[in-house]
């Protein structure tokens, strides 16, 4: 498991996110305090995400997770 902290300020940017999430095979949620959403869901993402900072967490090895945090780096704080 690995985490990041992301933040979105317009709309768009999310759908951009979890589109550019949902071409990985991987678990991953979106957390805010202790609300919890997951992050392929581009209503769950807008619910707890828009302009505020999260962690996003992937369920993966630390090891496989450079491309993807590369890919998602645009949204990192």
């Given at each position: 498991?690995?985490?990041m902290l992301v933040k979105?300020?317009?709309?768009?940017?999310?759908?951009?996110?979890?589109?550019?999430?949902?071409h990985y095979d991987c678990?991953?949620?979106?957390?805010?305090?202790?609300?919890?959403?997951?992050?392929?869901?581009?209503?769950?993402?807008?619910?707890?995400?828009?302009?505020?900072?999260?962690?996003?967490?992937?369920?993966?090895?630390?090891?496989?997770?450079?491309?993807?945090?590369?890919?998602?780096?645009?949204?990192?704080?």
């Open positions: 498991m690995t985490s979105f300020e317009q709309p768009e940017q999310v759908v951009d996110f979890v589109n550019t999430l949902s678990d991953a949620d979106i957390k805010y305090g202790s609300r919890m959403v997951d992050a392929k869901s581009v209503l769950g993402v807008l619910y707890l995400a828009v302009s505020r900072t999260v962690e996003l967490i992937l369920h993966i090895d630390e090891d496989g997770s450079g491309d993807i945090k590369n890919r998602l780096a645009k949204f990192a704080v």
